[in-house]
């Protein structure tokens, strides 16, 4: 696809900085490079080069690289200026070029919008290329990596060419039943075939919440009476004071969350308010937010105060959960209660590590169910439902005329398409690409 204007941006991070990557795409690329450096450099070859305005003045000396199309990140020609990264240096180049006729500030992700509809990449690597912008964790890098680089788009891609050779075969039964060429027994291996694409399917939407603990983070609620240490660990598992610890009893009245990063796996921990009977009204409603955060949760920390125990009612709990029995450093090691999973100290740092480790472990094994290609969007699950739902009326309509059953199989085929962006979808495109940031 041809654009007629020509986008600048800086794709660099915040100014002022050490460097900063000013980047072009469009047709009049290579003119500007020509107007502003005086010559163009070897294709994908770094040349240091001194910029100058139209008019002769030197804006500043760096590296320039060309790329030509369609070898290029949006398939178009597209330059990057490597400058210093003032200010004054890179509003005085961004002020030059754009004043060259038929170049203009880039939109947000408006660089790749154009590498998709050029065909460079699919919507699936688009999302994963907004998401490996955005990673923070280790995990969520490698995830957002594979994705970039095309392995969600091959599974799919995979499953609706079976989609597309099931339906070339049924409807070769309908029009040509009556030629040799054309067997009956075609059909019965096409079905078992797609009975086993509706299994993958399936399986392949059920490891979705792996990919949200990925990348939302696996979370972690901690629970308990008032002053059983709750806010204490929240701040040493935060290693910060995040959360208001006195011995006055209803003092967190809301969620407070902070993000951990174990061992490249994002956690979330939440601080709840005390569970108590007879709480007041506003110390009611900080409850009722705790028990709503305990239920959404992947595990709950469920502490009791050594020194005084005050055990809760957790029979509305169904998630998965570890018992701490806290202050520590106020009994013997050999006293208290001894059904806790773990016996911590704030004070002194008793039992955090372990304690850690365990989270961390239950973060794997809660990742390791699932295989290794997840989808990586809501999105996707919902088209992927679409397409099951079509399979199975497909596969369940053996009474209905075969016509029937191939329309349900060219739905299926649409609805996987749609992942991809093979079928039509230009209502999602703004919503998709607005997440970039201007130099993207």
Same mark, same amino acid.
């Given at each position: ?17 050490? *460097? &900063? ?27 240091? +080069? ?21 070898? @290029? ?37 408006? $660089? ?11 919507? *699936? +690597? ?8 955005? &990673? ?39 029009? $040509? ?7 009956? @027994? ?49 701040? &040493? ?20 969350? *902070? ?55 957790? #029979? ?73 739902? #079509? ?30 962006? *093979? ?9 998709? $690409? ?7």
């Amino acid at each position: 696809m041809i654009f007629g204007e020509t986008i600048l941006a800086l794709s660099s991070g915040r100014l002022p900085a050490g *460097v &900063a990557v000013l980047r072009l795409s469009g047709p009049q690329t290579r003119f500007v490079v020509e107007t502003i450096c005086g010559s163009v450099p070897p294709p994908r070859k770094a040349t240091l +080069q001194i910029l100058r305005s139209p008019a002769g003045e030197i804006l500043d000396r760096g590296l320039t690289l060309f790329f030509p199309a369609p070898h @290029s990140f949006t398939g178009e020609d597209v330059a990057e200026f490597q400058v210093h990264g003032g200010q004054a240096v890179v509003s005085a180049i961004l002020r030059e070029v754009t004043a060259i006729p038929g170049v203009r500030h880039a939109e947000p992700g408006e $660089f790749t919008r154009r590498a998709f509809l050029n065909g460079r990449l699919d919507l *699936v +690597q688009t999302e994963a290329l907004a998401d490996l912008i955005n &990673a923070d964790t280790e995990a969520q890098r490698r995830f957002a990596q594979s994705n970039a680089d095309g392995a969600q788009s091959m599974l799919y891609n995979g499953w609706r060419q079976r989609l597309i050779h099931a339906r070339a075969m049924i409807e070769a039964e309908i029009d $040509f039943a009556d030629e040799g060429d054309v067997p009956g @027994s075609v059909a019965s291996a096409i079905w078992t075939d797609m009975a086993t694409l509706a299994d993958d399917i399936g399986g392949h939407i059920k490891g979705f919440s792996a990919a949200e603990i990925i990348q939302d983070g696996f979370k972690v609620a901690i629970l308990g009476a008032p002053n059983a240490g709750k806010s204490s660990l929240f701040n &040493a598992l935060a290693r910060r004071e995040a959360a208001i610890v006195t011995d006055e009893p209803g003092t967190t009245r809301d969620v407070l969350e *902070v993000a951990l990063d174990l061992d490249g796996l994002k956690v979330m921990i939440a601080d709840t308010a005390g569970l108590r009977e007879g709480a007041g009204k506003v110390e009611s409603i900080g409850i009722e937010k705790a028990k709503a955060r305990g239920k959404a949760a992947d595990l709950a920390l469920v502490l009791e105060d050594l020194v005084d125990p005050q055990p809760i009612d957790t #029979h509305w709990l169904s998630v998965d959960r570890i018992t701490v029995g806290t202050k520590l450093d106020l009994v013997e090691a050999h006293e208290g209660r001894a059904c806790h999973d773990f016996r911590i100290s704030t004070l002194t740092g008793a039992g955090i590590e372990p304690l850690l480790n365990e989270i961390r472990k239950r973060t794997e094994a809660r990742l390791k169910v699932a295989g290794d290609i997840l989808p990586s969007r809501l999105r996707h699950v919902e088209l992927l439902e679409d397409t099951l739902g #079509h399979l199975r009326n497909a596969l369940s309509g053996s009474h209905h005329p075969l016509e029937i059953r191939a329309e349900e199989l060219r739905l299926a085929t649409d609805r996987l398409g749609r992942i991809t962006g *093979v079928i039509d979808v230009e209502d999602l495109l703004d919503v998709i $690409f607005a997440q970039f940031c201007i130099g993207k």
